[in-house]
């Protein structure tokens, strides 16, 4: 029978038991999909399927601790758009990246590069400044995840407290920058 017919919940059992037909099977369903998410991000074909690459092999390599109850994609997902946003602010950070679809890819355009290199400058100084703002506890767990790249497993240990309140935190702590930095909310991803 063809496996292909199987859905990710039987698929997954299987490969929680070794097989690598069955995740080979889940890999090729979200593959494409998930490529396109990374790249339309980074704007790097070869990034973009480095990245994809190693949500599979910390996929296969965690198997066991990963539960699928109906679908994959979501953990798959998940596990991408957070690598991708830690990848963007370490970048952004280090000031070692050019923004997808930014100034940089247009010729001749010196001034215009000079302006959205300072409001982008503007943004991150506005960003750090809410980061600083926000409560102690807040800003330690945000700080965690974004700077120290730390899972929220590993922030709960390091901070003795429950996974789903690092989580809480987490969540409120991105509402309060989109919330606070609503006009410019779109580029968080960049900035963060």
């Known amino acids: 029978m063809d496996k292909n017919t199987f859905s990710d919940a039987v698929l997954w059992a299987q490969v929680k038991r070794g097989d690598t037909a069955s995740f080979t099977c889940l890999f090729e369903r979200y593959w494409d999909e998930m490529f396109s998410m990374a790249y339309r991000r980074l704007a790097d074909e070869a990034t973009a399927k480095d990245f994809v690459q190693n949500i599979f092999i910390h996929t296969w390599e965690n198997r066991q601790q990963i ?106 702590a991105l509402k309060r920058l989109r919330c606070r930095l609503q006009s410019q909310a779109i580029f968080l991803p960049f900035v963060l």
Not at 94 to 110: A, F, K, M, V
Not at 152 to 159: D, F, V
């Open 67 to 172: 539960t699928v109850e109906d679908k994959l994609s979501p953990y798959l997902f998940t596990a991408l758009k957070y690598s991708v946003i830690r990848h963007i602010y370490r970048e952004a950070k280090q000031g070692t990246t050019d923004l997808p679809l930014s100034i940089y890819s247009l010729p001749d355009e010196t001034e215009q590069k000079k302006q959205d290199h300072y409001e982008f400058d503007k943004l991150k100084d506005k960003v750090q400044s809410e980061i600083a703002a926000m409560p102690d506890k807040m800003r330690e767990v945000f700080t965690l995840s974004y700077e120290k790249e730390l899972s929220i497993r590993e922030i709960a240990l390091q901070l003795s407290i429950s996974e789903q309140t690092v989580k809480n935190q987490l969540h409120n």
